[in-house]
């Protein structure tokens, strides 16, 4: 399926790219939720919390957010109570470690762990219940790396990944070397330095807190941490191995990747024009604006322009025959 034209189109005075990626985490969230929590114990002995939307619907949203996010995150409710309003059910999951309650484990989660994901799809997953995917950033990357990778994966009907970086060596180094991402590269630096300091003291072993000394952007970071942590040789294999791009030509389901052209963490690379041109099933939108998990059209509209653009997409993916 060819690049699709996009029809988002923020007034001028939101058409800045950091207005688009500050202002949802400002903004209070218009949609607020109620879910019902559950907690899906791992075989490994870890554990994952997922918060649910049960409408009684024969489909069903599996949300993934993104880095240090949680379901309770703007953009995930936003999206959630869009779906729920339209009559799917919704599972919002807590990566390793998000839920507000540490993981038990010394492993914590990471963008290319497609096997919690299917974990929780399998949990959810019910006769003559279709399953739908949509991924936030880290989780984008997550969402379209699992349907490429596992093409033949039962009762999946389609996905969505927003502001993912599916190349992630690119996106590392734009955020590590743009002067223009500087504050969101320290405040997420700081957020991750935290639970990295937690797991020392619990897991002395496995994580030195020595290693932090020097760390000022995500090379180092994953270098030192996310990649060993996880069974990666460095940095440069995690990215490599964990990256949805090289996956996207096998997708066998509709897809549909919506990122900006002015996200300020997206490289080149995270555009993949070829795939979706040579594909009949993946779609790349790329909005000249809309900035990182931004997609804001107004300050008083109830759901995001990017939730509401992932249910016209999901929304009309017939339902597949009962088998």
């Not at 991924?135 to 502001?163: H, M, Q, W």
């Amino acid at each position: 399926m060819p690049v699709v034209q996009s029809r988002f189109a923020p007034p001028w005075w939101l058409a800045n790219c950091h207005i688009q990626t500050i202002l949802p985490a400002i903004l209070p969230c218009r949609a607020p939720v109620g879910y019902a929590r559950e907690r899906l114990e791992l075989a490994d002995g870890d554990f994952l919390d997922l918060d649910s939307i049960e409408t009684g619907s024969s489909r069903i949203l599996v949300i993934s957010h993104g880095l240090e996010g949680s379901s309770g995150d703007g953009y995930v409710m936003g999206l959630a109570s869009v779906f729920a309003e339209a009559g799917w059910d919704v599972t919002a999951w807590n990566y390793r470690g998000c839920s507000g309650e540490p993981n038990r484990l010394a492993r914590s989660y990471h963008s290319g762990d497609t096997d919690d994901l299917a974990s929780v799809i399998d949990h959810v997953r019910r006769a003559g219940r279709a399953v739908a995917l949509a991924g936030f950033s880290l989780g984008g990357n997550l969402t379209l790396k699992f349907v490429g990778e596992r093409p033949d994966y039962p009762d999946i009907i389609g996905a969505v990944g927003i502001s993912a970086p599916v190349d992630l060596a690119s996106s590392a180094r734009k955020l590590d070397q743009d002067r223009g991402n500087q504050f969101y590269l320290r405040r997420l630096i700081r957020r991750l330095e935290v639970k990295i300091r937690a797991k020392a003291v619990d897991f002395p072993h496995h994580v030195r807190v020595e290693a932090l000394e020097g760390v000022k952007g995500f090379s180092e970071l994953d270098d030192r941490f996310t990649a060993p942590l996880h069974g990666f040789r460095d940095a440069a294999d995690y990215w490599s191995r964990s990256s949805a791009r090289p996956f996207l030509s096998d997708i066998r389901i509709p897809a549909l990747l919506l990122n900006a052209l002015d996200d300020p963490f997206l490289a080149p690379a995270c555009f993949p024009y070829p795939e979706a041109e040579a594909s009949g099933l993946f779609s790349l939108e790329t909005p000249t604006h809309g900035g990182h998990l931004g997609f804001i059209e107004g300050l008083r509209a109830t759901y995001p322009w990017a939730a509401r653009r992932t249910l016209e997409f999901l929304d009309r993916i017939p339902m597949p025959r009962p088998r």
